[in-house]
Each structure stands twice: as C-alpha cells, then as structure tokens.
C-alpha cells in the first residue's frame, strides 16, 4: 500500500516562506518521479512542480517559478517544496504525488499520477 503523507503548511503573510515535505512508502520511492500539485477552493487541481527519480531534473509551472524548489531525499523517502515570495494566489491545498511508472520522466500533467497525499492548507495573507 502506498501511502503519501504531506506536512509543513500553515498561514503565513504574503512574502514569506514555508517548506511542504511529502514522506513516502510502500513503493521503492528512489525509482519514482515526485510532484507536487495545489487545489484552490473552486478551481481545478494545478500541477506545481516536479522532480525526476534521480533528483537530476525538475520541472515547475511558471506561475512559481524563480519562487518555489522541489528537491528530494531518497535515504530519507521525502520529497521537499520550498515556497519563497509567497502571494496571496498561492493560497491551496498542497497535494503531493507520484507518477506511474518506473524511472520515466518529469511530467506536468495530474492524470500520469497514481497515489496522492491527503494534502496540507497553505494560506498566504495579503
């Protein structure tokens, strides 16, 4: 069973930082790519960033980058997102995932991803 569990939100006023963390089990977690997706109240879920297996790649939704980094910890099965700058658009259910399939590439789409956090409320206040 594979189970994603997500922590580090919180409310923090617009221009500062929080960092999300996603531990993993129940799947060899170094063989798979990591994302991190957000859902606002009303809207779709978006995708935020990824990484690949390896750590070498990564891959962000524009709305983020220069802001956010993704990065991971195979020794410890987590997978890390850093959000600097924050805006009050940011405000979101973080969900973190991962992709299908073993050792394939970064991707940005939500429907190449099989198993997701419960997710955890970030809120930025103006």
């Known amino acids: 069973q594979v189970q994603l569990v997500e922590s580090g939100g919180g409310l923090v006023q617009a221009g500062g930082s929080l960092r999300l963390s996603c531990v993993a089990s129940?799947?060899?977690?170094?063989?798979?790519?990591m994302g991190w997706f957000r859902q606002a109240p009303g809207k779709e879920r978006e995708f935020v960033a990824a990484?690949?297996?390896?750590?070498?790649?990564?891959l962000y939704a524009d709305s983020v980058k220069g802001r956010f980094t993704i990065s991971r910890d195979n020794a410890k099965n987590t997978v890390f997102l850093q959000m600097n700058s924050l805006k009050p658009e940011d405000t979101a259910v973080y969900y973190c995932?991962?992709?299908?399939?073993?050792?394939?590439?970064?991707?940005?789409?939500?429907?190449?991803?099989?198993?997701w956090g419960q997710g955890t409320q970030v809120t930025a206040s103006s």
């Open positions: 995932a991962t992709r299908r399939g073993l050792r394939v590439g970064v991707s940005s789409s939500r429907y190449e991803y099989d198993y």
């Open positions: 129940g799947r060899t977690f170094s063989n798979y790519v």
């Open positions: 990484i690949s297996w390896s750590g070498s790649s990564t």
